[in-house]
């Protein structure tokens, strides 16, 4: 990938912005706790007050949306109604009653030669987006990063312009009305796929960007962007029912992680079922599935224990690796709990993944020998979320393992800085 766009306009475009929020980044690292938690009050107010401007925006990209027929999953994630908003609004409240992450101690310590250290938490400067259709990581994105002291420039992706305008524009009015810089967070949408590409080699200009949405866009900034990129989102997850899962807890858990919404990162895509459960737990799980409007990827011996209306698909190896994002589910029955974790072990992206089951040492083999950023024991796989971790809005779900890894918040939005006090001392 080239280091800029082609269009010379685009790129000096895109790195004056990501200059403006370079600046913008030292008023914000050096803010007030009081100072921020305004802003984000004030933004909140804003998000609900011009709740109905946002949806006519909405509107548009829906109506565009489905005329280049985008997927059910996709447009769920795409729509906002003002009960969503009022809900988004909600956690930049939360996240304002949170602590300060900036100025937390991490260490200290008092060298044998009188100096003192401390290694403190610090703002990352800039932090830089791509996503798609999620206009409300437009909001999480802005709130986080304020919180955590850095500017934020977004690129949202044409499915979600419309709205992304206008809630940037309503977040701008509100940090301005705080007395902080409009440009702690600026959306590059309208410079297209060329000013992504600017924005991913803009290092010294932005220091981390994390994508959000498809694995195509996830891994095109991992191995193209010049600038420290965070890989995040994608989730084949899974559900394994233990030999021992009670068979009212299996139901619920499974429907609600696939059911409960399609369209997301952390709903469970693959059922694996021990064989000793199969013809007790299987039969309710299926039909309850199917009663959802859910169709099966799976063998004869599934299909034996479906419903007769139910529809169900031979899988192919694809199905195994498949995030579906639909109304679609991958199902096998497994001999035992090591061909479980062997499965997720060969297809699992790191995201989540779940076990049902009574018995504490099955939890603990499948929570200890599973590699992802989040292990599930008897709870729905749609609990991984910075909302339902008490970290408040994310920024993303980290599935890799240096800095961050799973729901990123506040605290993964900071690095650290060594402070040496001394009184005069030189190095022998």
């Not at 809900?87 to 991490?106: F, Q, W």
């Amino acid at each position: 990938m080239n280091d800029t766009a082609e269009n010379p306009d685009i790129t000096t475009a895109v790195l004056d912005a990501c200059q403006r929020a370079k600046v913008a980044s030292r008023a914000l690292a050096t803010a007030t706790s009081t100072t921020k938690d305004e802003a984000l009050l004030a933004m909140a107010d804003a998000l609900v007050a011009q709740a109905p401007r946002i949806v006519e925006a909405n509107a548009e990209d829906l109506k565009r949306g489905r005329a280049n027929d985008m997927s059910e999953g996709l447009l769920d994630r795409l729509e906002l109604t003002e009960e969503r908003l009022a809900a988004i609004a909600d956690a930049l409240r939360y996240v304002a009653g949170l602590p300060d992450p900036v100025g937390e101690l991490k260490r200290g310590s008092t060298l044998p030669n009188g100096i003192r250290l401390v290694q403190k938490a610090v703002p990352m400067g800039v932090v830089g987006m791509i996503y798609e259709a999620r206009p409300n990581v437009t909001v999480d994105a802005a709130g986080l990063a304020l919180k955590s002291g850095n500017a934020a420039v977004l690129r949202g992706g044409s499915a979600a312009a419309s709205s992304n305008e206008v809630i940037v524009s309503v977040l701008q009015d509100a940090l301005e009305g705080v007395g902080l810089p409009r440009d702690a967070v600026q959306s590059i949408d309208a410079y297209g796929r060329e000013g992504a590409k600017v924005l991913m080699n803009a290092r010294g200009l932005v220091d981390v960007l994390v994508p959000r949405g498809g694995r195509s866009l996830i891994q095109a900034v991992v191995r193209d962007s010049t600038v420290p990129a965070i890989e995040t989102g994608e989730g084949n997850c899974h559900v394994y029912l233990d030999a021992t899962a009670p068979v009212d807890r299996a139901v619920d858990i499974v429907v609600n992680s696939k059911t409960h919404r399609v369209g997301v990162c952390n709903a469970a895509e693959t059922l694996l079922v021990h064989r000793d459960a199969a013809a007790n737990v299987l039969p309710a799980v299926l039909t309850a599935l199917h009663e959802a409007g859910v169709t099966f990827h799976a063998g004869d011996d599934v299909a034996a224990l479906a419903p007769a209306s139910a529809t169900v698909i031979p899988p192919t190896e694809d199905d195994w690796a498949n995030e579906y994002l639909s109304l679609d589910i991958a199902v096998r029955i497994v001999d035992d709990i090591d061909q479980a974790i062997e499965h997720v072990t060969q297809y699992s992206t790191g995201h989540t993944e779940a076990i049902v089951t009574n018995d504490i040492g099955a939890a603990d083999r499948f929570s200890s020998e599973i590699d992802t950023a989040a292990v599930i024991v008897n709870a729905s796989t749609r609990f991984t979320d910075g909302a339902m971790f008490g970290l408040g809005a994310e920024i993303g779900i980290s599935t890799q393992k240096l800095h961050a890894r799973g729901p990123m918040g506040l605290g993964e939005l900071t690095t650290t800085t060594w402070i040496a006090y001394g009184d005069g001392q030189v190095r022998p």
